[in-house]
DNA sequence: CGCGTTTACTTGAACTTTCAAATGATGCTT
DNA sequence: AAGCATCATTTGAAAGTTCAAGTAAACGCG
């Protein structure tokens, strides 16, 4: 522990600054689009479009709802509310676990997996035309990376943890 | 107009696959992160946190509401709702515009910017600490520019309108 | 076994966001 | 100056998210 309580902040630099200003102004904006798109076509924000997609791709349509939980990154009280929507629509299914008795596993049912054939198309094309349609290659490798640094020094268990390094 | 209707999708090849799971990991880990820190330091998320500072950064520390709403992305409905649980915290005042009485003024206050004067320093330390400490000088400006791109295809009005090519 | 702890998931209330409709002021246009 | 479209903002309800408990089953261990 160095002696400090508070030492004058660091400031973000101009190029930090305008980065970071990029960054919302980018982001927000495409999640505003998505969102809007698959609210449109599909009947559901970008988030439950994430979920069914897990699913689809899940052994057979089923996943335990922790498991899909953290897939999906969001927590699992989120995630019971989305689940009771979406079984609400008749797109997901809950069973019991047969191992695990507290368990449930999400499943998606045939309709749900319709509505997702539907709205995959569209879905792709909005984030290809505003995103991969737009930059280089180049630029989709450093994007990949830059996002795998930051998803790194967040991701575990102790995000909001004091670094302890 | 082309014939076909619809022709097959053009799905995203494995390093955009990549590009993208990255992307959603790493924005959305980072979104949640800021808002807890937000709501835990300073008792407010991450989008009010964006008009505090708009706001002070405004001439008076006035801005039209449709202009604050404009700047920080969000819709005029949202702003309102949001000026008023930031009014009943006292960190922000409506006045009316005086040279056009259908408008109102937002308003930091003084109390308003103490908040946000006690809340930025660890604001800037989170911003850091998950991006910039983390990414090179390089990076920085490749994500300068990355974002600059997408902002570019999705900013103006016509985001949501049908593509009239 | 018995008892405390952890794990899996749900619930309800408070809060935020969206959507459509309402209010009231401006400003053309005739 | 009257009428009508437009603009600035608000409102209320529905949908979604968070947070703090709550239930129930599984685990661990003396």
Redesign the pocket.
Known sequence: MSTEPAAEPRWLSDEEQYAWQSYLHATTLLE?HL??QL??DA??????YGLLVQLSRAPRRRM??????QNAK????????????LEKNGWVR?EN?P????????HLTDEGMRVLEKAAPGHVAAVRGALFDRLSPEQVGQLAEICRVMADGLQPKGADLPWLR
Chains 1, 2 share one sequence.
């Open positions: 505003d969102d809007r609210q449109r009947g559901m924000p970008h988030v439950y335990r709802m922790t498991e899909l939980a969001i927590t699992r009280s989120r995630l019971s509310h989305a689940v009771a929507r809950r676990c191992s695990d008795k507290r368990g449930q596993l999400a």
